[in-house]
């Protein structure tokens, strides 16, 4: 017998996942089906932050779309702790950007105090250090000469993102909720009561549809007709050996894990899905590193990767129903672990039929046929 849903999700990573956990949570029935690793790469391999400072200068919805799910994460570890049994290690870290010479310290000065005024009386919480205090702030680094100072962000944070995805699969499943993992879907219908998804596992029918499927959401749309202007943004990322808890904030770019290994990693490559990993771009990366913290070119490097980001062309996220169907829709972001408390949060009563938040009513897809 095909199984059935009021809700199915394509797509297990940390969007589909978060809004599976949010519709399990309202005791809605819904199915989050996923395909077999490795084409999951993104939910798998970043960096863990929850980054909402220097962001978007001129888009001040995404602003605080990002601040609004940062507050809600100390929230969410807490409930995942009950729901799912996992601990996502969040952190609420604050998070730090370093600058190299006078001029970018100039350069992030200026922008900040542009985003401060964007943000008019409800305020902008980032705020520039002089080296001194970021010294102050993380005294058992030693940085290069060249560091000239940093932004800080209190909002800012850390989780370990596999345990973040997990625990939303998990907390999901336990309210509720199906997770159909290993299955790739290969089509799907519009149907009189809904959708008829075809899987290498099978069929399922479901009333509403979600295509959450990271990049995968191009050749998903793409049977009915609509093009999602996605592409894939390459990064490549480093480990350390493990290190003492010498770095309790994050640097952007320079992370250190609760095991104690160092992530390394900020380059973006528009190469298309070639994720083979290049000595240069590993050398410049290291480079800025040890520029910064020169006590890293003494650690062993003990693995290294390259991912995709699921990249809206613009940046922003993209939450929307599939031109012409009530009840289905099309989720991407970038930054989707940031975002992952107020998908929680948000995103269930849209797909629900309801309207989204205004914070969030400009992500759309007819954004782009407007450019
Ligand atoms: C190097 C790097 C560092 C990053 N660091 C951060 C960070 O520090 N903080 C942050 O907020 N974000 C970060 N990101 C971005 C973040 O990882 C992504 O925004 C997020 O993982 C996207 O999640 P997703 O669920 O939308 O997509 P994906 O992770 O791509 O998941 C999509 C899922 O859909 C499934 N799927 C696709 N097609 C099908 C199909 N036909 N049938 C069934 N299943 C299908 C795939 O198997 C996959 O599991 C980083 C990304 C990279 C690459």
């Known amino acids: 017998m095909r199984q059935n849903f009021d809700v199915l999700i394509v797509g297990g990573g940390v ?27 993104a939910s798998r391999s970043n960096m863990g932050l929850i980054w909402c400072q220097s962001k978007a200068l001129g888009h001040r919805n995404y602003v605080e779309w990002c601040f609004n799910s940062s507050k809600l994460f100390g929230e969410l570890a807490e409930e995942l702790k009950k729901t799912s049994g996992i601990d996502i290690e969040y952190t609420e870290s604050g998070g730090i950007i370093p600058c190299l010479g006078e001029e970018e310290f100039t350069k992030r ?9 964007e943000a008019g009386e409800e305020g902008y919480p980032g705020t520039m250090m002089t080296r001194d205090e970021l010294e102050a702030k993380l005294p058992n680094i030693t940085f290069g000469p060249n560091v000239t100072g940093a932004t800080w962000c209190a909002e800012d944070g850390l989780v370990e993102p596999l345990k973040l995805m997990f625990a939303l699969r998990h907390g999901m499943a336990n309210l509720g909720g199906t997770l159909i993992p290993d299955t790739n879907v290969i089509d799907i ?6 959708y008829l998804v075809t899987t290498d596992n099978g069929e399922i029918e479901c009333t509403r549809l979600v295509l959450a499927g990271g990049l995968g959401n191009r050749q998903l749309a793409g049977k009915f007709g609509v093009s999602v202007p996605v592409v894939p943004n390459k990064g490549q990322v480093f480990l350390t050996e493990r290190v003492p808890d010498v770095l309790p904030s994050p640097l952007l770019g320079i992370t250190r894990t609760r095991g104690g290994t160092i992530m390394i990693g900020f380059e ?26 020169p006590a890293l070119a003494d650690l062993r490097i003990i693995r290294t990767w390259s991912c995709l980001r699921v990249w809206p062309k ?13 009840n289905g829709f099309i989720l991407n972001a970038h930054s989707a672990v940031t975002l992952a408390a107020i998908h929680v949060a948000e995103l269930p009563d849209f797909i629900m039929g309801n309207d989204i938040c205004k ?13």
């Not at 969007?15 to 790469?41: C, E, F, N, Q, S």
């Open 15 to 41: 969007t589909g996942a978060a809004v599976g956990y949010g519709l399990a949570k309202k005791g809605v029935k819904v199915g989050v089906v996923d395909a077999t690793p490795p084409v999951d790469r």
């Open 109 to 117: 000065s200026d922008y900040l105090d542009a985003l401060r005024k």
């Open 189 to 194: 219908v519009k149907t009189d009561s809904g």
């Open 268 to 293: 973006h490559e528009y190469v298309g899905t070639d994720t083979s990993l290049h000595t240069e771009k590993f050398c410049h990366v290291a480079k800025w590193a040890t520029d910064i913290w």
């Open 314 to 326: 613009d940046g922003f996220p993209i939450y929307d129903k599939i031109p012409g169907h009530e």
């Open 359 to 371: 914070t969030a009513a400009d992500f759309t897809l007819s954004r782009f046929d407007e450019k």
